[in-house]
């Protein structure tokens, strides 16, 4: 779907948080970071914020990107949707 810049709701460049869970497992944190500097260069990994479940099984995270286009977040949506090790992205 290509919908025109005057016609969205996020101006660009923007800051923009996107929050992501999965299991509370050894390299989860450094596979999202990676993905999310595969689409975010500058991306500061110092900013990431880390809720663990009440149980302890899951990780939230919620790491903020510089957006700059439409496009570029639907295909970081679809990466880390898609990742073996995310089961929910927000």
Known sequence: MNIPPQE????????????VMGEQVEGFVAAITAVAR?????FDDTRLE???SKGGRYLGI???ITATSREQLDELYRTLSTH???????
């Open 8 to 19: 969205s709701l996020i101006t660009y460049p923007s800051a923009f948080p996107i929050k």
């Open 38 to 42: 595969a689409f975010d260069p500058q």
């Open 50 to 52: 880390l809720r663990p």
């Open 62 to 64: 919620t790491l903020t």
């Open 84 to 90: 073996p090790m995310v089961k929910v992205v927000l």
